[in-house]
């Protein structure tokens, strides 16, 4: 294993069993609705590709892209960067995200889409740091309750790296010390 990684957290494998788990409830709940799934880039594009080819029923995508962090921690602010192309008045929203971790981010993107007039504003975490919550906010669909740990790969990032990597490995203190 490469140095700068603890321990690999999910694996290839797993990650595939999630996107199929979650695919199909997803398919289920949002059968013969009017579903838009909103990535939040960059770090869930990679999970979204791949949860996408696993739902069954009709969907469109769109893109956000806000932050709140500031190398490994949060900086209690979101910031805005780019805005949905596609009105979401109507829709059913299902955001798609990489991590739950504050919950500082989800909670703005929910309140910003609600005052839209979307139909429903739902959240699928491919992982979720449930002890780390600083926002009151669950998602509706998780892949993987996670420890508070840094984590990288299969999108998440560290300084823009790792995000090819294809499992989750928790990032060695030593590289962000």
Same mark, same amino acid.
């Given at each position: 294993?490469?140095?700068?990684?603890? %321990?690999?957290?999910?694996?290839?494998?797993?990650?595939?069993?999630?996107?199929?788990?979650?695919?199909?409830?997803?398919?289920?709940?949002?059968?013969?609705?009017?579903?838009?799934?909103?990535?939040?880039?960059?770090? @869930? +594009?990679?999970?979204?590709?791949?949860?996408?080819? %696993?739902?069954?029923?009709?969907?469109?995508?769109?893109?956000?892209?806000?932050?709140?962090?500031?190398?490994?921690?949060?900086?209690?602010?979101?910031?805005?960067?780019?805005?949905?192309? !596609?009105?979401?008045?109507?829709?059913?929203?299902?955001?798609?995200?990489?991590?739950?971790?504050?919950?500082?981010?989800?909670?703005?993107?929910?309140? +910003?889409?609600? $005052?839209?007039? =979307?139909?429903?504003?739902?959240?699928? =975490?491919?992982?979720?740091?449930?002890?780390?919550?600083?926002? $009151?906010?669950? @998602?509706?669909? !998780?892949?993987? !309750?996670?420890?508070? %740990?840094? +984590? !990288?790969?299969?999108?998440?990032?560290?300084?823009?790296?790792?995000?090819?990597?294809?499992?989750? @490995?928790?990032?060695?203190? %030593?590289?962000?010390?």
């Amino acid at each position: 294993m490469n140095k700068d990684f603890k %321990e690999i957290l999910v694996s290839k494998e797993e990650i595939k069993e999630i996107c199929e788990r979650l695919g199909k409830e997803i398919s289920k709940d949002y059968e013969g609705k009017k579903l838009l799934l909103v990535s939040v880039l960059k770090g @869930a +594009v990679v999970f979204l590709a791949d949860l996408m080819r %696993e739902i069954t029923c009709d969907c469109s995508i769109d893109f956000l892209s806000v932050s709140s962090y500031d190398g490994v921690k949060t900086s209690g602010h979101v910031n805005f960067k780019k805005d949905l192309d !596609v009105n979401p008045e109507g829709y059913d929203i299902l955001i798609v995200e990489d991590i739950l971790d504050s919950g500082l981010t989800l909670s703005y993107l929910k309140k +910003v889409l609600e $005052d839209r007039k =979307a139909n429903s504003i739902k959240v699928c =975490a491919f992982l979720d740091k449930p002890t780390n919550h600083k926002a $009151d906010i669950n @998602a509706e669909y !998780v892949g993987k !309750v996670v420890p508070d %740990e840094f +984590v !990288v790969g299969y999108g998440l990032d560290y300084n823009e790296k790792y995000r090819n990597l294809p499992f989750v @490995a928790v990032l060695s203190p %030593e590289v962000y010390a």
